[in-house]
Structures are given as structure tokens and as C-alpha cells.
């Protein structure tokens, strides 16, 4: 039994064909480490042509996390994009991974505000065998290094959180990345930490928002993290940002998951307010017979403006079109109350956005199945009866008859005429037979009768 779990536990697992990188054909990417959906990544749009190398010999290289660095080939390597080198540090060296060669290299140094008389350090060398082996090793040593110097910033009572270590190629130096709301005083953990890890140390103070895009994940928009993917130049964000595009002011919907406010809400402010500025001003209330409205609210893309007759609360409600308000605006400026906030056109007129709901997209009931009408279900007497009818031989058909309820209906009003004279003629007879019986009786009887 031990043999076949032993024999279980090395057999190499299948990678699925979907989940397999494309460079090592491994899972992806576990192996080569590609970088194609980092926030550093860059396409390379003038790799095929021809000379593109040749005129210029400075080199792009990609370390852990978002740290890069420019170097010169000054040894005219063959060197291609994904190559493991080893570069020059102060001290020793280390080992990064080539993102970029060629003329774009310069452009990037560009974009990256390097100055130009900085100093561009060499590339000694393709890495190794023995120089992979050593990095690796200095990399399985960042998890336990991290974990131990939380232990020891705790101990010196320092109000910071060191999220991350990052060792050099050849495990001499190692950048210690912490967080702290302000300034700390960290030279007696310096110390401390090279003494316990025998090694020199660099600290580098990183922001909420350089913390969550280096862990990553997914946004309340379905999307991966903007800071994880693409963004690298973070920008502050106020909360005046929010209030041009009347975002409610909610912490909790405003916040990203590095408890700071979104990156996102600074895309479209740009829009906003150039749109917002050609917009009636919001301060200036309109006065009509009724009464005065106030400034409620705004809807900026529609290009509507609501009223109301309460600061306060949304009262007598009246949406207007910009061009109605300032219509209004002019018609108070020269003394005039109109009777109706609301004009006669804009109340006639209903104006039909561009925007349509074609696809049935904005219903709430989309996705709710659509209830299947049930067929009437056969009789099994009718069934039986038809089967019955089959077997039976065919009859001659029969001459209908006249249908006598037919003619009865078309003599209803002949039946009932006969029927009222035949009620008057036995009301008639019975009048007649009264008066005879009241004549008889009231008749005398005969002389001879009296003597007897």
C-alpha cells in the first residue's frame, strides 16, 4: 500500500491543454513566469523589423513585483524577450527577466522620467544554471524573512506593516516594501535586521493602492483590478470628483478594496465637467406665480434639470430642459413671473433620446423564464370513441331532418299573440257567466210556486 501511494504521489500531474502556457507548455505560468498580463507589460511593435536591434544596445529588465531597470548590452548578447540575465547591482549582481530590446527601450525610459544623465548600469551575462539555483533559493527564503520581520517591527513598537520581501539574485541584499500612515523612524530596525539575516538591507515605503494592486484581484465592476493590470502612475482622488458626477458620498461604494477611494472615479470627471459647463447655473432659483423653485438635482447626459419647491426635499416636482431654465432665469432678470414653470411646448413635447432599449436590456424580468403555455391534454374518451368509429362500418347517410326549434324560435311572436287572445277570450267567457249567475238568482219565482 505504501509503494502505490508513493507511486501516486510522484506520478506528474496532466496539465489540461487550455491551462498550458504557451512559452513552457506548462501550467500557466509557473514556469517561465511571463509577465504578458502584468501592469509593466508593453508590446514590442517593432520586434520583426528588420535593424531594429542594431542601432541601439540598452535593454529592459522585469524583477518581481513592479520593480524594472534599463541596462546596456554592452557585451553584444543574443538576447530575446523572456531570457533569464544577470545584471549589475550595487552589490553583486542580479537576475531579471528581459522585457524589451531594441529603439522602444528609449521610449520607455522616457515614460518612465528617468533623468538623462543617470548612470545605466551592465548586463554581465544569460543567467546560469548555478546562477538560477542560487535565486531560487534566495526566493524561497522572502515568505519566512517577512513573516520574522513582522515579528520584530512589533517588537519595537513601529506603527507600519512590512507587506512584502524581495531578495537580490545572489541573496546579498534583500528590499524590505512596508506600508506606514506616516513617518517612521526605522534605523534600529535596520539593524536588527541585518544582524538576523545576515544580509544588507533596503527599506521602501509603498501606498495603499501600489499594496492592493500587487496582491490583485477582482473589482465590484467584474473586472481584475485596474492598479493590478494596467495602472502604474497613481493619480490622488478627491471627493470633489464624486460630487461633479452626483455619486452619492457613501465611503463604503466609494472605497476600493485598498480602503482608499477609487481610482475609477477620476476617468469621466474630465467629461463631466465640461459638460456641467454648459449647464444654467444651479444656485439661482426660479420664481413663478406659484411660488419659487429651487435646484434639486441634475442629470447631466440627459441634459434635464429638476425643481422643487422645498430646499430640502423633493416637493412639486418640475424637470426642465437647460434652454427652458434659462429661458425662465432672463424672464426673472427683467421682472417677470411666468404662471408656469413648465412651458407649453416643453409640456406637449416628449423629446426621444438617442438611446434606446432595443435589446430588452435594461427590463429587470430579463433573465426569467418566459412561462410555456400547456397543451390541452387528448380525453381518453375521445380517443376511445374515435377508435371505436374507425372500426365501425361506414353508413349511408341519412336525410336530415327539418329542424323544428328553428321554426319554433321564428314563431315565438306569432305563439304569443295567439296566446294573449286566448287569455282575453276566457277572461271575456267568465264575465259572461256571472252576470247570468247573478241574474238568476235575482230573478222571482213564479205565482203558482208561492201557494205551495
Not at 496532466?14 to 500557466?28: F, I, L, T
Not at 513592479?66 to 546596456?72: I, K, L, P, Q, S
Not at 490622488?236 to 478594496?257: C, E, H, M, W, Y
Not at 296566446?419 to 247570468?436: A, C, E
Request: net charge positive; aromatic share 6%; charged share 35%.
Amino acid at each position: 500500500m505504501n509503494k502505490d501511494k508513493q507511486q501516486v504521489a510522484a506520478a506528474p500531474v496532466e496539465v489540461p491543454a487550455a491551462d498550458k502556457c504557451v512559452d513552457c507548455g506548462k501550467s500557466c505560468c509557473a514556469a517561465c513566469d511571463n509577465d504578458s498580463r502584468s501592469n509593466l507589460h508593453a508590446c514590442n511593435w517593432l520586434a520583426d523589423v528588420p535593424g531594429n536591434t542594431t542601432d541601439d544596445n540598452l535593454v529592459e529588465v522585469h524583477f518581481k513585483n513592479t520593480r524594472r531597470g534599463f541596462y546596456r548590452n554592452s557585451a553584444n548578447l543574443d538576447l530575446h524577450e523572456g531570457d533569464l540575465v544577470a545584471v549589475e547591482a550595487n552589490p553583486g549582481h542580479d537576475i531579471g527577466t528581459v522585457a524589451m530590446t531594441g529603439k522602444l527601450v528609449k521610449l520607455q525610459m522616457k515614460r518612465a522620467n528617468l533623468r538623462p544623465d543617470i548612470e545605466i548600469l551592465r548586463v554581465f551575462r544569460k543567467a546560469k544554471q548555478a546562477d538560477i539555483e542560487r535565486f531560487e533559493a534566495a526566493k524561497a527564503r522572502e515568505v519566512d524573512t517577512m513573516i520574522r520581520s513582522r515579528k520584530i517591527a512589533a517588537d519595537l513598537n513601529l506603527n507600519m506593516k512590512i507587506g512584502d520581501v524581495e531578495y537580490q539574485g545572489d541573496g546579498n541584499k534583500a528590499i524590505f516594501y512596508y506600508i506606514a500612515d506616516g513617518r517612521v523612524d526605522f534605523r534600529q530596525l535596520i539593524k536588527v535586521l541585518a544582524d538576523v539575516f545576515k544580509i544588507r538591507v533596503e527599506m521602501k515605503q509603498i501606498g495603499a493602492r501600489q499594496e492592493a494592486g500587487r496582491i490583485g484581484g477582482i473589482g465590484p465592476c467584474g473586472r481584475p483590478l485596474c492598479c493590478a493590470s494596467w495602472m502604474t502612475n497613481f493619480v490622488s482622488v478627491a471627493t470633489s470628483a464624486a460630487r461633479f458626477q452626483d455619486i452619492s458620498l457613501n465611503p463604503q461604494k466609494l472605497a476600493g478594496q485598498c480602503a482608499k477611494l477609487k481610482c475609477c472615479i477620476n476617468f469621466e470627471v474630465d467629461g463631466y465637467v465640461e459638460a456641467v459647463r454648459q449647464l444654467p447655473p444651479r444656485d439661482v432659483p426660479l420664481e413663478t406665480a406659484d411660488g419659487t423653485y429651487y435646484h434639486f438635482k441634475t442629470d447631466v447626459y440627459r441634459r434635464e434639470m429638476t425643481y422643487s419647491t422645498d430646499k430640502r426635499m423633493l416637493a412639486n416636482a418640475v424637470t426642465l430642459s437647460p434652454e427652458r431654465v434659462r429661458e425662465v432665469i432672463a424672464l426673472n432678470r427683467d421682472g417677470v413671473k411666468p404662471e408656469k414653470l413648465q412651458g407649453e411646448a416643453s409640456s406637449k413635447e416628449t423629446v426621444k433620446s438617442a438611446y434606446g432599449d432595443l435589446v430588452g436590456q435594461d427590463s429587470i424580468s430579463r433573465f426569467d423564464k418566459k412561462k410555456k403555455k400547456k397543451k390541452p391534454r387528448p380525453d381518453k374518451n375521445r380517443c376511445e370513441k374515435r377508435r371505436d368509429d374507425e372500426k365501425k362500418p361506414e353508413r349511408q347517410d341519412k336525410p336530415r331532418k327539418p329542424n323544428d326549434n328553428k321554426a319554433q324560435r321564428d314563431n315565438k311572436p306569432a305563439d304569443n299573440d295567439n296566446r294573449q287572445r286566448r287569455q282575453r277570450n276566457r277572461q271575456g267567457n267568465n264575465r259572461n257567466n256571472d252576470r247570468t249567475n247573478r241574474d238568476n238568482s235575482n230573478r222571482k219565482p213564479a205565482d203558482g210556486n208561492k201557494g205551495e
